[in-house]
């Protein structure tokens, strides 16, 4: 799905930047238009652009917020922030960020022991959580891009690679 909204960005991004130069063109040949012109129109199309970009990301991570609501919002709060010294925060997580396999992994497994997230030491235990593997690549995608998280994509691909690695090591 989320393929689907790239390309549809991207080649709406391509169509504006042809009518852009189109306009340049036109503009420069003619003497008619005006570069204010150009620049409007411009501007109209880059803001329809991040319109559909804006939607794509609501639609693409909506589902995984509401997984997030369910299952992981109790112990790393709404905000992902987590609390104090009991749940880490997942927003803005050296930790999360680090390495996207293990966040995975976790999500299955679960994890106890103690780990550094942004420089303060958790020693908790998290629950192995009972989801499908499309409802794991939701709940990570929506936790890697909110709360200002720039993070990668979660693939269906990867969720099944991890799930090999666990059960080739039993």
Request: glycine fraction near 8%; charge should be negative.
């Amino acid at each position: 799905m989320k393929l689907k909204y790239i390309t549809i960005f991207a080649l709406m991004f391509g169509m504006a930047s042809c009518i852009v130069e189109e306009e340049k063109t036109d503009d420069a040949v003619n003497h008619e238009g005006t570069t204010e012109h150009t620049e409007e129109v411009a501007h109209e199309e880059e803001a329809e652009n991040e319109e559909v970009a804006e939607e794509a990301s609501t639609a693409d991570y909506s589902a995984g917020e509401e997984i997030y609501g369910k299952t992981c919002a109790a112990c790393h709060q709404a905000n992902g922030e987590g609390i104090p010294q009991a749940f880490p925060p997942l927003a803005n997580s050296d930790y999360l960020m680090e390495d996207k396999m293990r966040a995975i992994k976790q999500v299955i497994e679960g994890s106890s022991g103690e780990i550094v997230v942004n420089g303060e030491t958790y020693n908790g235990t998290m629950t192995p959580q009972n989801l499908s593997d499309q409802e794991i690549v939701d709940v990570l995608n929506y936790v890697y891009h909110a709360w200002g998280n720039d993070g990668e994509e979660v693939t269906l691909e990867e969720v099944a690679t991890v799930k090999e690695e666990i059960e080739s090591s039993k």
